[in-house]
Every structure is written in C-alpha cells, then in structure tokens.
C-alpha cells in the first residue's frame, strides 16, 4: 500500500524567507505526485503536479518541487514566501497503474509572519 | 475553467438521520471520487466510482455509506444513518482518467449533533 510521510507539521516563517516541506512517499510502483494547497476556509487546490520527464516542476504561485526517486521525495519549495501563503499544504500520491486511490500526507501547516 | 461543484456547503444534521451530499464533477470527466477531512487531520479517501459502480472504497466507507450517479451529472454520497464521528469536510472529486490530477470541489461540511 502507499504512504505518504511529510515530517514538518507546523512551520513558522517570516515573509520573504525561504520555504522547504519535506514529502517522502513509500511504493513499490510509478506514482504520480502531487502539492495540494488549502487555504484557510477554502477547497483543495493543485499547486503543482509530476507525472513525467523534469523532475524539477514549476507551479503557481513561485513554487515549485523536485522529484528525486532515489530518495522517494517530492519536496516543495519557495524562494521567498508571502503572508498570503499561509495554507495548509498536502502531498499526496497516486500510482498510474490503474489504481485510482490519491493518498494524502498529513499536511504542513505554514504560517507566515508579516 | 471547469469545477467540481458542491452542495451543500454546511449541513447540521442530528445523529441517525440520513444525510445526502450532492455533487457534480466535471463535464468530461470519468472517475469520481468522495474524501472527508476530519478536522484537524488528514484528508482521507472514501470512494471511487466509474463506469457506474464502485471502483475502490476505503475501510471507513462501510455500509452506513452508498454513491450513486442518479443521472449524468449528479454524484451523490448518502449516509444513511449518521454518527457523531461523521462529522467532517466531505470533498467530491473527479479526474478525466485513472492516475490523472484530481480536481476537488470545495467541500460540504457536515455536522452531526
């Protein structure tokens, strides 16, 4: 069965620092890997997505996430954060063999300071 | 751009009732997807559905759940006898493919007393 693990489950940062979160997912198989992001009181929204080819991939909003197989990771990352990217932010992880189940990490809850 | 719409938005119901939450995914889409979010954890996955039946379906969706595509837009999940511990953010979902991204609507949440 996957899993996903994101070990961050709060981070605090002052707006213009840079951001890491930590994703590491464990299958056996080819998964496709996604950054979900959920704004306080909204919806799940895509923030970025790897299905194939650069393993670095560009979202919206200035982030992007490197998928390093070797490491079963798919880290997220900001070079400098706003206040309004206070969120709560999901990894999630889905095989593309057919078996339709996504599966969420645990979330990181980011707040940034002004 | 296309959204998977959700209704309704905040329902209170009393324990034992039954309780449909109503969906309708994206036009084009085949696969159908129901998840909770209780809160302050996270979002887990109940049901898949396509080609008119279920596809997988999670422990929790035990059988107090049913999903049903009435229609060809409407994709509704039904607890038929609620508990205090259903309370949560129910989020409907719909993907073009199997393995595709998941687009999600923007939740019911739902309120058991």
């Known amino acids: 069965a996957q899993s996903v693990s994101q070990h961050n489950h709060h981070v605090i940062l002052s707006e213009a620092a840079s951001l890491e979160l930590g994703c590491n997912y464990s299958?056996?198989?080819?998964?496709?890997l996604f950054w979900y992001v959920q704004y306080p009181g909204q919806h799940l929204q895509l923030l970025l997505k790897?299905?194939?080819?650069?393993?670095l991939v560009k979202g919206i909003k200035g982030f992007e996430a490197e998928f390093i197989k070797s490491k079963f990771s798919f880290n997220l990352r900001k070079p400098s954060v706003q206040w309004s990217d206070t969120a709560e932010y999901f990894c999630?992880?889905?095989?593309?063999?057919?078996?339709?189940?996504?599966?969420f990490g645990t979330g990181t809850r980011l707040t940034i300071i002004p | 751009e296309p959204e998977v719409t959700q209704t309704p938005s905040h329902q209170v119901t009393q324990m034992g009732q039954e309780v449909i939450l109503r969906c309708v995914p994206i036009?084009?889409?085949?696969?159908f997807y129901w998840y909770r979010q209780i809160l302050g954890q996270k979002v887990e996955f109940l049901v898949s559905?396509?080609?008119?039946?279920?596809?997988?379906k999670s422990e929790i969706f035990d059988d107090q759940f049913s999903v049903e595509r009435p229609d060809g837009s409407n994709f509704t999940l039904k607890i038929r006898s609620t508990k205090l511990e259903d309370s949560a953010m129910y989020f409907c979902?719909?993907?073009?493919?199997?393995?595709?991204?998941?687009?999600f609507g923007e939740g019911s949440w739902l309120t058991v007393v």
């Open positions: 979902a719909s993907s073009p493919y199997s393995g595709n991204t998941i687009y």
């Open positions: 299958y056996g198989g080819t998964v496709n």
């Open positions: 790897y299905f194939s080819g650069d393993p």
């Open positions: 999630a992880v889905i095989s593309n063999f057919g078996n339709e189940k996504l599966t």
């Open positions: 036009s084009n889409h085949l696969y």
């Open positions: 559905f396509y080609n008119n039946e279920i596809s997988e």
